[in-house]
């Protein structure tokens, strides 16, 4: 148990998605299901990209890192839930819900940057074709696949700091699957009121700024395909950046949805509706969309498959 002035509580308690007990047993086999495919769909895109050289370019680099955070994004919340929910119970420590809640902020976070950091490449790569090698150099790629992992941390840490610094007194029940920042800070019985100031300032800053890069970049993008002739090359244009264009309508999406427009759902349940669209929905059908959208993914994917068939036939 934490003493001082940080807390007086040592565990919080997870109510989940549903208290109803019935139900328990369909959400470990939905949620464990969404959990293997997340993995195996995203370790596969990593060790595709990590194997075939034809796809060590900045915009499948940034795409084995987006897959990365995807796994940590779901790894974050679902295992404990499952968890929870074949123990049958609901506590999570003090130390291990602040951790929790850390990567869920860092992988959200980095995934806000890592999507424009894929439109800056796709509007190099169709704006300025001809000098697409000498901007997107390696020195460069490096950089803006560093910078989204060490700005994520940064956003992570400084709200871990400032919720330490807080005192939880008898209230420790989250109406959640996981530690939740937000009802972390209602759980307090401090002044919350600089917690929820960055809160707000670092959020606006984290969604607008990504979504600036990515909004001009597509602006600048349909401007240079409208400017091709024939509908052929129009085509091809938006074919390299379709994938990515899904991911982003998905993914900003469902911020709009879930959070920007009225609804008669109950605040909590959209809540938990919003956090499973952004940690297990999101990371599990990005392999798809970029499996099957992406002629480069799916013939790299059919010679690691007949690579992996032709070793045992080998002597």
């Known amino acids: 148990m934490h003493q001082g002035n940080q807390t007086t509580i040592s565990e919080f308690f997870l109510l989940g998605l549903s208290n109803q007990p019935e139900q328990q047993k369909l959400l470990f086999v939905l949620f464990l299901g969404m959990y293997l495919v997340t993995v195996v769909g995203n370790g596969l895109i990593i060790l595709v990209i990590s194997l075939d050289s034809y796809l060590h370019t900045p915009m499948y680099i940034f795409l084995a890192n987006l897959s990365f ?88 840490l400084t709200h871990t700091l400032l919720l330490l610094r807080l005192v939880f007194c008898d209230s420790n029940t989250l109406p959640h699957f996981f530690c939740d920042l937000a009802l972390l800070l209602k759980l307090s019985c401090s002044d919350t009121m600089i917690n929820e100031l960055v809160l707000f300032i670092v959020g606006l800053s984290v969604i ?60 909590d349940d959209r809540d938990k509706i919003g956090a499973v669209l952004f940690t297990v929905v999101t990371p599990m059908v990005n392999p798809f969309i970029y499996s099957l959208r992406n002629k480069d993914m799916k013939s790299a994917l059919r010679k690691l498959i007949s690579r992996k068939s032709f070793l045992p036939l080998m002597p």
């Open 208 to 267: 607008t700024f990504p979504f600036a890069i990515i909004f001009f970049s597509y602006i600048c993008i349909v401007r240079a395909v409208m400017r091709i002739s024939s509908t052929e090359g129009k085509w091809k244009a938006f074919s390299t950046c379709g994938s990515h264009l899904t991911v982003v309508l998905l993914f900003y999406g469902t911020i709009v949805g879930v959070y920007f427009f009225p609804s008669s759902t109950h605040h």
């Open 69 to 156: 955070a995807d796994i940590s994004s779901i790894s974050t919340s679902v295992p404990k839930m499952l968890m929870n929910i074949q123990t049958k119970s609901q506590s999570i420590s003090y130390e291990s819900c602040i951790t929790q809640m850390y990567f869920a902020l860092m992988s959200v976070t980095i995934d806000n940057f890592l999507l424009g950091a894929m439109a800056y490449d796709r509007f190099v790569a169709i704006c300025h074709p001809l000098n697409y090698m000498t901007i997107m150099q390696k020195k460069l790629c490096i950089l803006l696949t560093v910078i989204p992992w060490v700005l994520s941390n940064i956003v992570a």
